[in-house]
T-cell receptor, first 114, second 111 residues
Framework: DAMVIQNPRYQVTQFGKPVTLSCSQT?????MYWYQQKSSQAPKLLFH?????FNNEADTPDNFQSRRPNTSFCFLDIRSPGLGDAAMYLC?????WGSGETQYFGPGTRLLVL | RKEVEQDPGPFNVPEGATVAFNCTYS??????FFWYRQDCRKEPKLLMS???SGNEDGRFTAQLNRASQYISLLIRDSKLSDSATYLC????????????FGTGTRLTVIP
């Protein structure tokens, strides 16, 4: 039973061509996160939503935006992908924002920029 | 300085061996600690939370050492299926759920 779903699993885009990655969840969790994980590196938090409240990490590039139209869905928009944006993008959810709340990850979308 | 540091390995151990990983964190105010398992090209999956008193789940034991600012994961009786990358994650903010991950330690269990 899929709980955090990401589509597509693989995405190929061209340098500078906008791309949108999607995430949906069936857990009815309040918080949704987007992480970027490059090869052999740690997942790095880009931003999170608590309900509709958007929170950007300080070092997240302006090239990355996000939308959460409702509880179930969250989108990651990359306005002008560069070669350095090729990575696995992981969506996660948690019930709440308190420390110690378990985060549940989706299977990820692997982005390739040509 | 990174918030969370791990030895990347790889650790190659025979089946049945006991193996231990450590993970150090830099912020003494860190609140919550976790071990995740990540298989190749898959998402991280929560293996276990790490409690102050230490905790055990079958063959896996996690410990927290606040004085020295590290967490550990012990795997006993290693199975081939334990081969994966083990990521530690630390929450450094009170009342928030920002997780900082280590780069992971790669484990390969050899028949």
């Amino acid at each position: 039973d899929a709980m955090v779903i990401q589509n597509p699993r693989y995405q190929v885009t061209q340098f500078g061509k906008p791309v949108t990655l999607s995430c949906s969840q069936t857990l009815n969790h309040n918080v949704m996160y987007w992480y970027q994980q490059k090869s052999s590196q740690a997942p790095k938090l880009l931003f999170h939503y608590y309900d509709k409240d958007f929170n950007n990490e300080a070092d997240t590039p302006d090239n990355f935006q996000s939308r959460r139209p409702n509880t179930s869905f969250c989108f990651l928009d990359i306005r002008s992908p560069g070669l350095g944006d090729a990575a696995m993008y992981l969506c996660a959810t948690s019930r709440g924002w308190g420390s110690g709340e378990t985060q549940y990850f989706g299977p990820g979308t692997r982005l390739l920029v040509l | 300085r990174k918030e969370v540091e791990q030895d990347p390995g790889p650790f190659n151990v025979p089946e049945g061996a006991t193996v231990a990983f450590n993970c150090t964190y830099s912020n003494s105010a860190s609140q919550s600690f976790f071990w995740y398992r990540q298989d190749c090209r898959k998402e991280p999956k929560l293996l276990m939370s790490v409690y102050s008193s230490g905790n055990e789940d079958g063959r896996f034991t996690a410990q927290l050492n606040r004085a020295s600012q590290y967490i550990s994961l012990l795997i006993r009786d290693s199975k081939l299926s334990d081969s994966a990358t083990y990521l530690c994650a630390v929450n450094v903010e009170t009342g928030a759920n920002n997780l900082f991950f280590g780069t992971g330690t790669r484990l390969t269990v050899i028949p």
